[in-house]
């Protein structure tokens, strides 16, 4: 039989080593890294209001939190391009953005623009 104090000793707890923990944390912090993509998902291109030429707009747009409208009729969002139509090449659209449209909703209208490639496009406010 062993005395109390050499049972003690003998299952005394070990500090654990973190060593192994970090090295495989950093590994994988690593793989992770290494093995992702950094894609742009999509792009909208912005050009300064300065660069163009002064001219009449031929479409005045305003996007409020809740409503679209083009040229003072209201507009739904999946039909802007065709409410906009085939125009010419240097059409201007005038855009003007209330204070609380969301970045996301003034994203999908830029979005939705894009394909007109005869239309410039301006945000103000």
Known sequence: MLPDGALAARF???RLSLTPLIDVIFLLLMFFMLSSTFVRLGEIEINSAGTE???QPSHFMQLRQ???TLNGRDVALADLA?????GTVGDKLVLDVDDVASAQ?????LAALSSLRHLSVAVIR
């Open 12 to 14: 005394r707890p070990r």
């Open 53 to 55: 030429t002064a001219s």
């Open 105 to 109: 909703r003034l994203a999908d209208v």
């Open 66 to 68: 809740d409503r679209l």
């Open 82 to 86: 065709q409410a906009i139509g085939d």
